[in-house]
């Protein structure tokens, strides 16, 4: 596991991986960025994306997002939001020295990855995955339309059987399973969308898929996201938000339109 320090002194861990087979020339990393609550493992490398990958030939780069995996874990507020959390790809970037890269997020990572794509001109293309028509307006990045304080309850909660409401349940069932800090993850929860600007759709140069389950109770209306990201092409798998991933289409499609132009 490799880590760098990021601008405010928090610990961001990440992981690479080699490709099986070179390419002359060389493909551009791929850059991988999780879901709210998991970590590179759960979301990228426990469903076969990272292998799918590196056997075609790419290599691979996945971050534990601050309040995550081996990542640091600050119990303030004050240190997380997606502002921050694009800050810390894009140094990402830097370390690993990329001109180029392909980025590809899932839920909460998705919506770090369009507003790293609208800012900074290495993306060369761009997968968003578990997101929806929210993440175009205000606030950005609803969670199936779950307050941010009704998730940080949730995380907070002495005794889960207290939890009202489905979705707010299955993220602190998520929480407990992969042995989250629940005080970071509720501190993440309240700050998320509160300092993120407004996606800037029209600055996204990359060539865009978005990949969706399509009984996926927070990605809603897929069709409309696609449709604001210039470049944009729309996939539809079976699977909920949580087993998307899993399905075998995911893999294979990420790894079919990374492959592109190369």
């Known amino acids: 596991m490799n880590s760098f320090d990021a601008f405010d002194g928090t610990r961001i ?18 850059v ?7 970590n590179a493992n759960l979301n990228w490398v ?27 874990k600050p ?12 800050r810390d790809v894009r140094q990402l970037f830097d370390l690993i020295g990329a001109e180029r890269v392909d980025l590809a997020g899932y839920s909460m990572g998705a919506v770090v990855s369009l507003l790293t794509a609208s800012e900074d001109a290495r993306v060369r293309r ?3 995955g578990g997101i929806g028509a929210s993440v175009i307006a205000p606030g950005g990045i609803a969670r199936g339309g779950v307050g941010r304080e009704a998730i940080a ?3 907070e909660a002495s005794d889960p059987a207290t939890i009202s409401g489905p979705i707010a349940g299955r993220f602190r069932a998520l929480a407990d399973l992969v042995g989250g800090d629940l005080v970071a993850l509720a501190a993440h929860a309240r700050a ?36 604001a990201i210039p470049h944009a092409e729309l996939r539809l798998i079976p699977g909920d938000h949580l087993l998307a991933v899993s399905n075998p289409e995911f893999a294979p499609a990420i790894v079919d339109f990374l492959g592109r132009d190369l």
């Open 13 to 30: 861990a990440y992981q690479e991986w080699e490709p099986e087979t070179s390419r002359e020339p060389a493909a551009p990393p791929v």
């Open 32 to 38: 991988l960025h999780h879901g709210f609550i998991a």
């Open 46 to 72: 426990r469903p076969g994306v990272v292998d799918a990958l590196i056997r075609a030939g790419r290599r691979v780069v996945a971050i534990d997002a601050r309040g995550h995996g081996a990542s640091g």
């Open 75 to 86: 119990h303030n507020s004050s240190f997380y939001g997606e502002d921050k959390m694009v």
């Open 126 to 128: 761009l997968v968003v």
């Open 153 to 155: 309850a949730a995380l």
């Open 192 to 227: 998320a969308s509160m300092s993120a600007q407004p996606i800037t759709f029209s600055r996204i140069s990359a060539p865009t898929l978005v990949i969706v389950g399509r009984e996926d109770p927070i990605a809603t209306h897929p069709e409309v996201l696609a449709e």
